[in-house]
Every structure is written in structure tokens, then in C-alpha cells.
């Protein structure tokens, strides 16, 4: 999109060759994409989640995919927007999501999920977010409101998506695949027969969305929508 501003960080080489650098790229007012990076079979796979600056301080959805790369988030933020990440909100339990919480809470940085994903997360042994979040529910920092919500099962049992009702910004995390997606991509923990229902119910939740930001890969708007049920369909 045509004001997206890349905003860029450096960072070091992999033994695979020049391994990408974890970018921030702002999408509204006070809002940004963090995109972080993992090797999965020879290519590096980008990862989506959202940094939002709030009067009282920064709020991400997502850590970045794994420690180090969100340790690197962590610094970009303090660096650049100059303000302490003061909570972070956790989609679901896979690690694209959740594989920084350990960093988080050597920072004293306070963590939300749904009941669902910290239930998972306890049964794996993981670190768990310190506050649960309801099916709906909404945080309020300073004058910023973000909205969360559990619509049903889809790319795994616990997804959330994120609403900013000010910038009319949905994230839709992995429930929803980019426009450029050509695959349905990892099922090992989806619910490929829920899957379509849900995404049916953020098409009727969500009619005025500005930007519909996708777990992986670009964004854009409620394409992403109709690219994910075309994609279920032809997986079955």
C-alpha cells in the first residue's frame, strides 16, 4: 500500500545466507506491522503483528517469531518510539505467536490470551501469558480502545483477532490468509471444518475494515476474506 513506510533495523547474517531483517512498517495513526522471520524449507517465511502506540505506552499483538527476534522488537520500539511496551496480546499458542512471552516476562512486560491458549500453553509446558481475555473482550490504554474476539475454531482451536475500531484496522492473525497466500498453509491444529464458519462471521462482524492485516505475508483489505474460504475450499 502506498503509505506503508519501511522502517528499517539491522540485524545479523544467518549461516543460510543473508537472513531477512526484521522490519516495522507503519499502516495508520500510531499504528505499525512488525514482520519477523523464520527458515521453513530453504525460505524465509514472514510473520505479522502490530505495534500500537498508545498514550500510556506501546501495545503489541503478537511477539515477534521466537526470543531473539522479539528481544530485537523490543529494542526497535524503545528506540524509535521511545516508550515502554506496557502490554502484549497473544492470538494463539504457535510459536509465530507466543515464542517471545519468556522475553517478556524478564522485562516485566504483562501479557494477555484467551482462556483457550493459555490452557494449550500449560499442557506444553510454555510460558503463559499473565491475564486472560474473554470471547470478547476490550482493553482500553489511555484513549485507544482495542477489541478482541474468539469467533470459533479455524487455522487452530484458540485464534483471536484484534480489532482497532479508530483506524478500522482488523488483525486477523493466522484465522485469515493473505491475498497472495497460494496455499491453506500448517493444519495440523486447525478445524478445517469450522474454519469457513468463522470466516464468515468476521465477514458480517467487520463490514468497514480500512486495512485486514494476515498473519503472514501482505496486507490489504477484505480480500484476504474471500482468498481464505477459495483456499479452504480447495483444500478439501
Not at 473482550?137 to 480489532?163: P, Q
Request: charged share 25%; net charge positive.
Amino acid at each position: 500500500m502506498k503509505y506503508i513506510i519501511f522502517l528499517l533495523i539491522i540485524f545479523s547474517l544467518s549461516i543460510y545466507g543473508e537472513e531477512p531483517k526484521l522490519q516495522v512498517s507503519k499502516v495508520g495513526k500510531n499504528v505499525y506491522v512488525h514482520t519477523s522471520y523464520k527458515l521453513l524449507k530453504d525460505v524465509y517465511f514472514p510473520s505479522n503483528g502490530l505495534v500500537i502506540e498508545t498514550e500510556e505506552g506501546i501495545v503489541l499483538v503478537d511477539t515477534a517469531w521466537g526470543e531473539e527476534q522479539t528481544s530485537q522488537l523490543l529494542d526497535w520500539v524503545s528506540a524509535n518510539l521511545k516508550k515502554p511496551v506496557i502490554a502484549v496480546i497473544i492470538t494463539h499458542f504457535h510459536e509465530d505467536r507466543a515464542g517471545g512471552i519468556e522475553v517478556l516476562k524478564k522485562m516485566n512486560i504483562s501479557s494477555y490470551a484467551g482462556n483457550r491458549t493459555i490452557s494449550i500453553l500449560r499442557g506444553e509446558g510454555k510460558s503463559l501469558p499473565e491475564k486472560s481475555l474473554k470471547d470478547k473482550d476490550i482493553l482500553v490504554f489511555g484513549k485507544t480502545k482495542i477489541e478482541t474476539f474468539f469467533f470459533g475454531a479455524g487455522h487452530s482451536k484458540d485464534n483471536l483477532v484484534v480489532w482497532l475500531p479508530g483506524a478500522k484496522i482488523l488483525f486477523g492473525g493466522c484465522l485469515v490468509k493473505s491475498a497472495e497466500a497460494n496455499e491453506i498453509g500448517n493444519t495440523k491444529d486447525a478445524d478445517l471444518k469450522e474454519w469457513p464458519k468463522t470466516i464468515h462471521k468476521l465477514e458480517k462482524s467487520f463490514s468497514k475494515i480500512s486495512i485486514l492485516v494476515p498473519g503472514h505475508q501482505s496486507w490489504g483489505g477484505k480480500e484476504s476474506l474471500k482468498r481464505t474460504l477459495e483456499l479452504l475450499e480447495s483444500s478439501k
